[in-house]
T-cell receptor, first 111, second 115 residues
Framework: EDQVTQSPEALRLQEGESSSLNCSYT??????LFWYRQDPGKGPEFLFT???AGEEKEKERLKATLTKKESFLHITAPKPEDSATYLC????????????FGPGTRLSVLP | KAGVTQTPRYLIKTRGQQVTLSCSPI?????VSWYQQTPGQGLQFLFE???????NKGNFPGRFSGRQFSNSRSEMNVSTLELGDSALYLC??????????????FGPGTRLTVT
């Protein structure tokens, strides 16, 4: 069954403690994998698009990578302002080209 | 460039009523998609409009409908509201239709509460 999963469900880090979030997917005909950040009560904020295995994108303390089955969002030396829910979304032929979102990872960075 | 705007930001309605939500996409974006977000189900796709035509539809009942105008602004309507329709409704716009692997940009959402 096609699906998008994210792990862990929640993650608590100390400021400066690097870690990675995982997004796993089982689809055919991947058109793109997207990462978003969402703060409470707000709409998701676009971070990255990845199109093919081996691709990497970076922005400040965030780095996204993609393999054939999963994507990682690496957070280096996080700060409290990085606390948010991080969502991944997959667009694929097997989903009828719709965006399918994972459940998200709630990240808390403690000072 | 102005972002995606949604109105109203908050709504309280009673069961059985209907509601209309509005979305203005980023200038130049022709694709508008609507999503429902709830704590239990996460972000779920409702439908997408591109150049005034519905191109994709999610698995929601016919009570949920939408339309898009020639200026790309979109409205979503929910009739005969149920308690379970309480959610954050998000609109997202994109330069291209969903099938073209282009990122979507989200508005702030409309928080709908059904009592």
């Amino acid at each position: 069954e096609d699906q998008v999963t994210q792990s862990p469900e929640a993650l608590r880090l100390q400021e400066g403690e690097s870690s990675s979030l995982n997004c796993s997917y089982t689809v055919s005909g991947l058109r793109g994998l997207f990462w978003y950040r969402q703060d409470p009560g707000k709409g998701p904020e676009f971070l990255f698009t990845l199109y093919s295995a081996g691709e990497e994108k970076e922005k400040e303390r965030l780095k996204a990578t993609l393999t054939k089955k999963e994507s990682f969002l690496h957070i280096t030396a996080p700060k409290p302002e990085d606390s948010a829910t991080y969502l991944c979304a997959v667009q694929a032929a097997s989903y009828g080209q719709n965006f399918v979102f994972g459940p998200g990872t709630r990240l808390s960075v403690l000072p | 460039k102005a972002g995606v705007t949604q109105t109203p930001r908050y709504l309280i309605k009673t069961r059985g009523q209907q509601v209309t939500l509005s979305c203005s996409p980023i200038s130049g974006h022709r694709s508008v998609s609507w999503y429902q977000q709830t704590p239990g189900q996460g972000l779920q796709f409702l439908f997408e409009y591109f150049s005034e035509t519905q191109r994709n539809k999610g698995n929601f009942p016919g009570r949920f409908s939408g339309r898009q105008f020639s200026n790309s602004r979109s409205e979503m309507n929910v009739s005969t509201l149920e308690l379970g329709d309480s959610a954050l409704y998000l609109c997202a716009s994109s330069l291209a239709g969903q099938g073209q692997g282009r990122e979507q940009y989200f508005g702030p959402g409309t928080r709908l509460t059904v009592t």
